[in-house]
């Protein structure tokens, strides 16, 4: 027996570009944080290249990928001649900070998919190729715009933790040199 069922109409379409605007949103309000962070770090590298209170880094030629300032930065924050309370927090600061490292390559390196669910709410698939100790890998990261948006607020606290400590040591170091 076949069962009858009736023909319902569409719901309406979702609107796609409306979704992909706000993923393209959320992507650029993402970057911009971690660009924020990024420039406090160099800003405070240069400062402290500059201090006279810390000789063994006058002159040291700056790295030049984000990973290597954000090391650079940890070295020197947790050298003996940096003890400041200022210095402690900066460190725990960048430390959280760097929790977000994959994220942000992903959202820079990476190729996004774009999909709407039926609350019209997008779901990204990013995939990123990259090259490990000579092959290829290829990482996949699945966010829906509800977790997204937490993520966003959550690197929005840890971006102005960073850029707030930061900018106490660029203080303390300026009234020292």
């Known amino acids: 027996m076949n069962a009858q069922l009736p023909i319902l109409a569409g719901g309406p379409m979702l609107d796609f570009d409306a979704a992909c605007?706000?993923?393209n949103q959320w992507r650029g309000q993402m970057v911009e944080n971690f660009a924020r962070c990024?420039?406090?770090?160099?800003e405070t590298l240069a400062q402290l290249n500059e201090s006279t209170a810390m000789l063994e880094v006058k002159g040291v030629k700056f790295p030049h990928l984000v990973?290597?300032?954000?090391?650079?930065?940890?070295?020197?924050?947790?050298?003996?001649?940096?003890?400041?309370?200022?210095?402690k927090v900066g460190l725990?600061?960048?430390?959280?900070?760097?929790?977000?490292?994959?994220?942000?390559?992903?959202?820079c390196h990476g190729v996004t998919k774009v999909a709407v669910d039926r609350a019209g709410q997008w779901v990204a698939v990013m995939t990123l190729v990259s090259f490990k100790a000579r092959e290829t890998t290829t990482e996949k990261l699945t966010l829906e715009?509800?977790?997204?948006?937490?993520r966003l607020e959550q690197l929005i606290d840890d971006r102005r933790r960073v850029c707030t400590a930061l900018g106490q040591v660029r203080r303390e170091t300026s009234q020292t040199a």
Do not use: K
């Open 38 to 42: 990024e420039q406090a770090v160099t």
């Open 21 to 23: 605007a706000r993923l």
């Open 67 to 87: 990973g290597q300032r954000y090391d650079r930065l940890a070295a020197l924050l947790s050298a003996p001649a940096q003890p400041s309370g200022h210095a």
């Open 92 to 107: 725990a600061a960048l430390a959280r900070f760097r929790t977000h490292d994959a994220l942000r390559t992903m959202l």
């Open 145 to 150: 715009e509800d977790v997204a948006r937490t």
